[in-house]
């Protein structure tokens, strides 16, 4: 069986959005900015991507008073359709474990009533307080990986090191076996933790104009500390937050494809943080296609201009 490598969303087509609209957009696979008014469809877009790549469609589609067809084409010609099928053009079926990973981030800090299994602590007491706890966690699992992928591959030049210690005397070119090996430990990593520690020298620079850091013992992800005093981030602004929050989903995955939903960030982040928030994310993973919808594209600098689409020129008003 074709083994499916999908890599990201090439093209989007609703059809009969209340009843009212069709659309069509081409997108980017890096960057893509959509705008327009209130009301015109941006943030659906959005929620229609993530629903279909999680699979929450019931099988039966949508009401049909809300949309008659949904249609998301990716990379190598195959598209899902609001049925939870992945087709080629040919409208052959196609079976998958999972489509493109999808995360969706919204501007929100509202106080919320927890309907979950896994039950937050009381210092979790908003909607983005608990999908930063979420997210910690599943940053904290990737830590983890990572530190068990350094020791299974240092083992064996560690291994040798110990072997040639323990001679009583050893020779010049022992000596300089063991250097090579220390250094080849050290090469590797300092390659397996890069995305780790470039994700800490971001977030530093933003906060320190706070003057807060992000510290990481080894043992805890996140200390956060402002000048001596140790701050939780539940203590953090909604903006400091939501920063953290965007650029540690988008650090668990590495350096895997990944599709990023961002719902008007620009509302709770501060004017230099939203001009290089895309440049931060592609450093992170430039694997990630990013979709923002936004009342003010130009926040994103000059850069992405050319990634801006308006909602009116990819819609078509349907004839009554």
């Known amino acids: 069986m ?29 960057v893509n900015i959509i705008t327009g008014v209130n009301g015109c469809g941006k943030s659906t877009i959005l ?12 099988l039966d589609g949508f009401d049909p008073e809300f949309l008659s067809l949904v249609k998301i084409g990716f990379n190598g010609n195959k598209f899902l359709l609001q049925d939870g099928k992945l ?14 990973s999808v995360s969706k981030i919204s501007t929100f800090d509202a106080v919320r009533k927890f309907n979950f299994k896994k039950q937050p602590t009381q210092e979790v007491k908003t909607e983005l307080d608990f999908e ?40 010049d070119e022992e000596f300089k076996c063991i250097g090579k090996y220390y250094n080849e430990i050290e ?30 013992n080894g043992h805890t992800a996140f200390i956060v500390k402002d000048g001596n ?51 931060m994310i592609n450093k992170l993973n430039p694997n990630c296609q990013i979709i923002i919808a936004t009342h003010s594209p130009n926040v994103f600098g000059k850069r992405w201009r050319n990634k801006v689409v308006n909602m009116k020129d990819i819609t078509t008003l349907l004839v009554s």
């Open 187 to 216: 090469q590797f990593r300092s390659r397996i933790y890069k995305k780790r520690n470039l994700l800490y020298i971001i977030l530093n620079e933003l906060f320190e104009t706070n003057n807060k850091s992000i510290e990481y």
């Open 229 to 279: 005093r140790n701050l939780k981030i539940y203590d953090l602004s909604a903006g400091e937050k939501q920063i953290l929050l965007i650029l540690l989903k988008v650090s668990v995955f590495h350096s895997q494809p990944m599709v990023l939903l961002l719902d008007t960030p620009e509302l709770a982040l501060h004017a230099l943080w939203q001009a290089n928030l895309v440049d």
């Open 2 to 30: 074709e083994e499916i490598k999908l890599t990201h969303i090439e093209r989007i087509e609703i059809k009969g959005l209340w009843g009212k609209y069709d659309i069509k957009w081409t997108l980017d696979p890096s």
């Open 47 to 58: 929620n229609l991507i993530e629903t279909l790549l999680l699979e929450e469609v019931p």
């Open 132 to 171: 930063l706890m979420m997210v910690v966690e599943e940053f904290n699992s990737y830590l983890q990986k990572l530190g068990e992928k350094e020791k299974k591959e240092t083992a064996i030049l560690e291994q040798k090191i110990k072997e040639i210690t323990q001679k009583n005397k050893l020779t």
């Open 87 to 100: 087709y080629d053009d040919n409208y052959n079926t196609f079976l998958y474990d999972e489509l493109l």
